[in-house]
């Protein structure tokens, strides 16, 4: 069994000026103020839109992100019907396969690091999730059966699309300090990247 931890990747590539510039475009539309457009000025619009809560606006850009995360914290990602989701399933992916290692991996939770009794209950447990698992198979079992004893814990990736709007209602809810503490650690590290790439669309959501 192999215990990781949680990540993002942001898969598009993009560059925060041109995705701001996109925006104003589409914004100015509303004002006819398409001439208006110039060195500068995205920004400073962009700025103008969110204090006036016309976010709409920024539907106009839309962009994916991988999760790494356990199964329980994708519960909570895929609420949000606003966007599009791929997932890696259980059913079809067979983790007695070389391309897994022949074992299963789990997500460390950020809430047992600093609880050595707690970690060592979580992690006995996960293997032997892991074991009655692989007994399934040997028994003759298809993956899609045999998942029935795979923990929560249990690692996947989860592909999420959606539009800027989006995205900000998804950082405000999930970085939330009342947030699960293992959807907030995937949310931090999303808000705190996009904070770098698109400061103007992003700052304003604490972390």
């Not at 004893?149 to 592909?159: C, I």
Request: aromatic share 8%.
């Amino acid at each position: 069994m192999k215990v990781i931890k949680p990540g993002v990747e942001i898969l598009d590539r993009f560059d925060g000026e041109e995705v701001l510039k996109k925006l104003e475009l589409c914004g100015r539309v509303c004002y006819k103020s398409e001439g208006k457009v110039g060195e500068g000025t995205a920004e400073k619009f962009v700025r103008m839109i969110m204090k006036s809560r016309h976010e709409s606006v920024l539907e106009h850009f839309s962009f994916s992100v991988r999760f790494i995360c356990d199964r329980g914290v994708t519960h909570e990602i895929v609420r949000h019907r606003l966007a599009s989701y791929s997932q890696e399933s259980t059913r079809y992916c067979n983790y007695s396969q070389d391309k897994f290692g022949r074992e299963i991996t789990v997500i460390e939770p950020c809430y047992l690091v600093e609880n050595p009794v707690g970690y060592s209950i979580w992690k006995k447990a996960c293997q032997e999730a892991e074991k009655a698992y692989f007994n399934m198979l040997d028994n003759g079992h298809t993956p899609q059966e045999a998942r029935a004893v795979l923990p929560n814990s249990l690692k996947t990736d989860l592909v999420m699309t959606a539009n800027i709007r989006e995205w900000r209602h998804f950082l405000k809810l999930r970085t939330d300090k009342a947030a699960h503490p293992q959807m907030r650690e995937v949310a931090l590290l999303l808000l705190n990247e996009l904070k770098t790439k698109i400061p103007v669309l992003f700052e304003d959501i604490e972390s």
